[in-house]
């Protein structure tokens, strides 16, 4: 028999295997993010639905559960086909139809004429060729009144016929053929009512009645292309259901007019709408596709980093969530004002949160991408995804430069403004009220703005310690004098924290002229000697009085006291949960440098065999272009600050020769930092040393300009009491 328990053991074993595969897990959170925004983007949020046919009798009352606007189709038909019915069929005339049927009746009538004429016939020979001439019959005694000549009655009835047949071929729409008749009947009344023989007139009307022929024919094409017209332009017949609405009650029988009203609330149960949920699926993966392929061709750094793509798609799927709850909110004493609250989603938090956390282009991005879904969700109006796109780009870039934490809270107001203006112009081109446009745009529009600040805010202490991200709002805290590790670095410490300050406003120039991160590297060089607060007077700066305590101890051991508060910062840092960013820095701010004081130190008091290795801090050196800056601050502020005589070529000189210095011993071996980079943070670094370092007045001495102030006085009271003797 099959041991179970082992088969067990082995597929359980084989599930921890797959789940520690990077690839797997990255593949099963794309495949639930997807299955996620695609559900939330397809699944409508309504009560349970109706099976009801037309002609069928009711069990229930069905009451409307929202207010909706949807078009009355079968009226909007109606409507149509009355619009294309008016259109008047279109006729094209033939020109040369009207000289053909003259000429027809004409020749006849002349053939009539040159038998009369023909005195060599009989009149019975006469009368057989005139009725072999007619197109037509006529009596016996007809045609022997025709055979006798008589010039002026064919000439009268010629011009009477040609007139009555040219009247009715050059007027209004000519003769067609639904009044061929009646052209033909009102012609021959006319022509009995001439003075001529009954003879002539028979021979007239038949004439008529043979060769008469519609001139103007209809225009099957033009005439269906005016209907089609004439349907496009029929605006649609828009219902309006309120809430709480009967749609259909108890025992009545359904009708078509009730199906479509269920069917535009979504209560009408039919059959799996597969083609718009296939529909749907395909165009958010799409999407999901379109981002990852820019992260990978764009920022690979990103791609490849796990933890932000699952911090994307959580931002991504929350905001998705948020709209759908929003556009299922109905206002009952305002249905028109209910209908524009999609233009409340708070895409702008979307935006804010990544351009903070990850990447302010990502972040355009990702704005762009909710813009279109919530156009999708809200059945296809564009003014929400439109509105949502311009509030989304400026919550981006009100943040993407934050320097306080001011500057967050105003994102709100500048994304708040900017739907305003979106949110008015919408309005405008979809004409509606002014007075709707007005109260939707400010109501709605700001808030938005401060709902999307009000989240971002919210959410990003969450974020930043759910996935390890230092954002600058992290970093701007830090920064605070108030908080407790700086007081605290100030009271035990001061010397040390008058020094980072100083080496702060060093690095934070130097990192803004090679394109650093400048808050990191300030907040950083505010923090990187914190471990000095363990044993503070065993540091110069901290040293208020002449005793030096490394004169009684010896190098090496005054070199572990030193490079051991690299070690103690690290424990501090992660005690008082200090970012990683912060803790790259403080581990690698010394690198693995030599402490050549008491190198030097041990050389002269135990000779040449002296391990240089026990000299130096554990390092590792800068990994980062952040780590390196602190470094050649930390450096560069230290020497500058022991010089006696600062004068601008001597600090230039030191300067260069530190970060010479650092780069042949190899410290920035491991940094991103350039030849070009160098030159540019000297050049910075000169620059602030030029503001803190300048040259000063001297002042007098205090107890001399005092003696000095007592004599002249002294000197004018003499003076005063010898002028009142005198």
Known sequence: MPNFGSLRGKLQNNAVLLMKKRKFRRGSAAVLFFLLLSFFVTVDIVPSKVNLQPGQVSRENVFAPRTVFFEDRSKTEDKKKKAAEEVP?????????????????????????????????????????????????????????????????????????????????????????????????????????????????????????HFMRPNTFENAEKTRLLQAAARDSVSPVMVTIRKEEKIVGAGDVVTLEHIQKLEALGLSRGGVPWQSITGNALLVALLMVVVLFYLYQQNREIYTNAGVLYLMGIIVVVIVVVAKGILAIELTRSPEFGALLGYMVPIGAAGMLIAILIDSRVAVLVVSVLSLLLALMAGGQVNFGVVGLVGGITGVYSVSKLSQRGDLARAGFYTSAANIAAITVMGLVSNASPALVVSSAFILGTTNGILSSILTNGSLPYLENAFGITSSVRLLELSHPNNPLLKKLLTEAPGTYHHSILVGNLAEAAAGAVGGESLLVRVGAYYHDIGKIKRPYFFIENQLSSDNPHDKIAPTLSTLILTSHVRDGLELAREHKLPQSILKIIEQHHGSSLVTYFYHKARENGGDNINEDEFRYEGPKPQTKEAAIVMLADSVEAAVRSMQNRTHSRVEGLVRKILRDKLMDGQLDECDLTFKDLEKITEAFLRVLGGIFHSRVEYPDLSKEMERRKTRHAGYSKQSAGRGSA
């Open 89 to 209: 069929p279109q006729y094209e005339r033939r020109e040369e139809v009207e000289p053909a049927v003259l000429k027809d009746i004409g020749s006849v009538i002349q053939r009539v004429g040159n038998i009369q004429q023909d005195a060599d016939i009989k009149e019975e020979e006469k009368v057989k060729k005139i009725a072999g001439v007619l197109p037509f019959t006529l009596p016996e005694d007809r045609l022997h009144t025709l055979s006798v000549l008589d010039r002026e009655s064919l000439a009268i009835l010629s011009g009477e016929v040609n007139a009555q047949v040219s009247r009715w071929m050059n007027t209004g729409t000519g003769v067609t053929g639904e009044n061929l008749n009646n052209v033909i009947g009102d012609i021959n009344q006319k022509l009995s009512g001439i003075m001529l023989s009954k003879a002539y007139i028979d021979l007239g009307q038949g004439l008529v009645k």
